[in-house]
């Protein structure tokens, strides 16, 4: 970031308490505002998104998620070895890993494009975890002639957030100014760049053929009320439906006051529900927003705002010219995707059969062919994959002899991507597996034992999910969660980016028990592999603090106290190996 004295004064600022992030994001795309919105969590987490003209073209977050390569991964375009290998490239040559991966074939330029909107989805929706006692802050900037290289629509990531993260309250208080009116969609951009599922385009077209009261939706809709609900409080914040007059049986042409045909008003949300209004003639501050004095001039008199690459490193500039890859994910060849889960044409109609007999017992993660423990987002990326291939509705010819047993297997990955990719629904189902596996429960000391073994040999995967369980049995484990946390990391063998992701998982460990001795000492290896050398001695160091027989730690403080005394850094006299000699 650029310094204090440089930075323009803030258009406006708030808490996500009083207005939701939503309505922050929505409000910035339907007056196309460029600049930069900031959010902060008390617990020091932060996210940055770059608006130009009202569309997402960056994101930072703090600590990182959604790792390009890992949405590639995730999404089916490469395998973990194309992965970890091109990595190594990225950090030797500081290129884009986009761009070398299309280069060396792996990748088309249409998935690169589709993984680089995934990402930025993937990013936004992070902030939607943040708590409601998080502050934001935006900087109006003036847009750049020149498109930004790729731009989303804030609608798509927003929708994700608000499946996953509800905000009821404000929902109903939304949608009660509709009840009793009919409703049409008006804008396209639901149908093109959201990334609705089959029953929500269904219920859009319909919007779109004809008005319709809130009552009419749920009756032809197949969608839970409280779904329905979401996705219609999408459409009125983001201005995409109107008020119609409605014409049944059962309700007048129109309300007394109003005309009697046609199009009445543009949907409006109540004041306090949009944010942000920085215009200068006529400043409106809905409830929670508060706009600094210094912003109050009309933007023609600051030029300090516009938008510059300095003020967020490595966001890029807004006016770069490389070619927009668009608001929505081009289509993405089938050339060079890794194997995938077989479809029904790979398996035949007596494989079929077979499956679907047993299905019911089938694994959700078994079901849906990730890993065991996978992430929300490989679990949905997953399910996507096989929903091209397993939907009745795209049942060949060829098997429709066996579409019930088809529907009966995709009914059940279904239902495993529903409990997977849903917290509450997820960890009741690890609950009640860990239950009806786990007759007796075997002391944690061997459990511990087990999960060493499994390290030593470099079996990773049971490792992981014995750690996992271990953790998931008492949050308080921080042992498990390091041990966890190194079974990620394949014991520092991973890719950087994992190994960010682990140490940022050590980092929450060794806050809260600064006795962690794990935690410690494997945050100490993977900085090590990272190439962090200083600050993998001061873990070492802690370690052996803690724990003075603990033979690993305390060779790695002597290495590195006789590499510095042989570079002459000056760097084994900041007393690494002090507190070891008094332990011993």
């Not at 977050?61 to 970890?84: C, Q, R, S, W």
């Not at 943040?130 to 790729?150: H, L, Q, R, V, W």
């Not at 199009?263 to 929670?288: C, K, L």
């Not at 007759?439 to 995967?461: C, F, G, M, N």
Request: hydrophobic share 40%.
């Amino acid at each position: 970031m650029v310094d204090a004295p440089k930075r323009p004064a803030p258009s406006a600022t708030g808490t996500l308490a009083t207005t939701p992030l939503a309505h922050v994001l929505v409000y910035a795309r339907n007056r196309r505002l460029t600049g930069l919105f900031e959010l902060r969590a008390p617990n020091g987490d932060r996210g940055d998104i770059a608006f130009w003209r009202g569309r997402i073209t960056d994101v930072r977050n703090k600590p990182p998620v959604a790792y390009f390569g890992a949405v590639l991964y995730e999404l089916g375009h490469i395998d973990i070895e194309t992965m970890n290998a091109t990595l190594l490239e990225v950090a030797q040559k500081r290129r884009k890993h986009g761009d070398i991966l299309v280069e060396r074939g792996a990748i088309t330029k249409a998935q690169r494009d589709e993984a680089l909107f995934e990402q930025l989805c993937r990013k936004t929706q992070h902030l939607f975890t943040f708590p409601k006692e998080s502050e934001f802050t935006f900087y109006e900037a003036t847009p750049n002639e020149g498109e930004p290289p790729i731009v989303i629509d804030p609608l798509a990531p927003v929708w994700r957030g608000l499946r996953e993260h509800p905000t009821d309250p404000v929902v109903a208080e939304v949608l009660a100014r509709f009840r009793a009116s009919g409703l049409r969609l008006i804008s396209d951009a639901p149908l093109t760049s959201v990334g609705l599922g089959p029953e929500e385009t269904k219920l859009c077209k319909a919007m779109a053929d004809k008005p319709m009261t809130i009552i009419q939706m749920r009756a032809m809709s197949s969608l839970e009320p409280q779904h329905l609900d979401l996705l219609l409080y999408l459409l009125v914040i983001g201005k995409c439906v109107e008020v119609a007059s409605v014409s049944t049986p059962s309700m007048p042409a129109a309300s007394a006051g109003r005309p009697s045909s046609g199009v009445m008003a543009s949907v409006r949300p109540p004041m306090a529900s949009i944010p942000i209004v920085n215009t200068p003639e006529s400043t409106v501050i809905p409830q929670g927003i508060m706009t600094p004095p210094s912003s109050r001039s009309p933007m023609k008199s600051m030029p300090s705002m516009s938008f510059r690459v300095g003020s967020t490193p490595g966001m890029p500039a807004v006016g770069s010219t490389r070619p927009m890859a668009g608001s929505m994910p081009p289509p993405v060849a089938q050339a060079q995707t890794p194997a995938q889960a077989p479809g029904p044409l790979d398996l035949g109609m007596a494989k079929i059969i077979e499956r679907a007999q047993n299905v019911d017992a089938e694994d959700y993660f078994t079901a849906l062919g990730v890993p065991e423990g996978a992430s929300v987002e490989a679990v949905r990326a997953a399910y996507f994959r096989l929903a091209k291939l397993w939907h009745p509705d795209r049942i060949p010819p060829q098997l429709e002899g066996v579409r019930r047993e088809i529907e009966k297997i995709f009914s059940h990955m279904t239902n495993a991507n529903g409990t997977l990719t849903d917290t509450e629904a997820r960890r009741g189902w690890l609950a009640s597996r860990a239950a009806s596996k786990q007759i007796v429960k075997p002391p944690r000391k061997d459990v511990i034992r087990e999960i060493d073994s499994a390290l030593q040999r470099r079996d990773y995967a049971y490792a992981q999910e014995e750690a996992r369980m271990l953790a998931e049995s008492d949050a308080e484990d921080l042992e498990a969660q390091a041990l966890l946390a190194w079974a990620m990391a394949w014991a520092g063998d991973a890719a950087p980016e994992v190994l960010t992701s682990a140490i940022a998982a050590l980092d929450k460990a060794v806050h809260k028990d600064r006795y962690c001795e794990r935690a410690y000492f494997y945050r100490g290896m993977l900085h090590k592999r990272l190439g962090n050398t200083a600050t993998a001695a001061r873990d070492f160091a802690r370690t052996v603090q803690i724990n003075p027989k603990h033979v690993d730690a305390a060779r790695e403080v002597r290495l590195f106290e006789m590499r510095a005394r042989k570079s002459g850094s000056g760097e084994h006299m900041l007393g690494f190996g002090k507190n070891k000699a008094k332990k011993s």
